[in-house]
């Protein structure tokens, strides 16, 4: 590959052009764009991409047009992850095209569609979200004429792939090997990973405030909130109740990503790679948070996890999202033609590679591409007039 438009002044230890391990099938180079740069672009391009915008962050899509959807999720994370990226002399191209795609493989109504579809392909290999994501970009997206997928660069596909089971990671070659070997992707990968749990502690707490399913009260005693929350009224004792929840959000995230840059300074000062490569033979990663900022940023997820995400509402979404998804899996596995014709076709075509496994491969890449408004009017449709959320 061809060096072009590259970002001055990259680290040694950051991703580059001339050290990536390449594209599944050769290219040309591009006359003016970036490698990592066209990774971004295909992204943005795919139909995936534009799905995200409906589908379900923490609350579904129609419960107000304020709250996070997987899109705007996504856009938080690569802008985070950017800054982050522009000060350690990180790939921003690559990070950004890693954080824009690391969330295409989620099915409609989040992680509670995410459960039901997994278990709904319990006999057939299962499914996560993460290795969906990266299928969605190596076989799903149907846009070019010489490959499937979008043919990104190992190194955003590597990001993409932030989890995955030992099984699966078995069946990946290279690109699965660390899940194995228990070795660390390159920083960029590591970053949009940080950077998404950073996007989502913070955004949460200001989607739950709106959504008045978290009180700031019981906030206040989340030691991280607690103390940005009290700097911002010592200094804006008149400020809206609105305008102290941002400045406070605003703080948290401020605080947590000086930390990470802090502490990962630190971390590369002690461990030097010089290349990508010495990065990735490490057993721990670099990217990280200090000690006392680490506990500050679980202890806001642990309180998340028990307010917000089994808060009564949203556990009534939960059970109403897996109704639709196992419902519309058991029917189209049940009766492939019911799917559009293209899914139907697919289906029968991996069957007889694959036998019922094969079938209920593509039953769940249909489901898992669905919107969630798309979702529930196809249940609406095909199994009960009656549901509504
Ligand atoms: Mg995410």
Redesign the pocket.
Known sequence: MTELALQTGLASYAATESSSRGRLHREESHPYRAEFQRDRDRIIHSTAFRRLVYKT?VFVNHEGDLYRT?LT??LE?AQIARTVAAQLGLNEQLVEAICLA??LG?TPFGHAGQDSLNRCMREFGGFEHNLQSLRVVDELEDKYAAFPGLNLCFETREGILKHCSRRNARELGDLGRRFVEGTQPGLEAQLANLA?AI??NNHDVDDGLRAGLLKIDELCEVRLFGDCHQDVVSRYPKISRRAVIHETVRGMINQIVSDLLMQTRQNIAAASPADIDEVRALSRPLIGFSEQVYAGHRELKSFLNRKLYRHERVLEMTKRADSVVAGLFSLYFADPKAMPKEHGDRAESLEVRLGEAGRARAVADYVAGMTDRYALSAYQRLIDTSLVF
Do not use: F, I
């Open positions: 962050q997987r999720h996504s994370v690391h969330d989620h998404d996007a989502y």
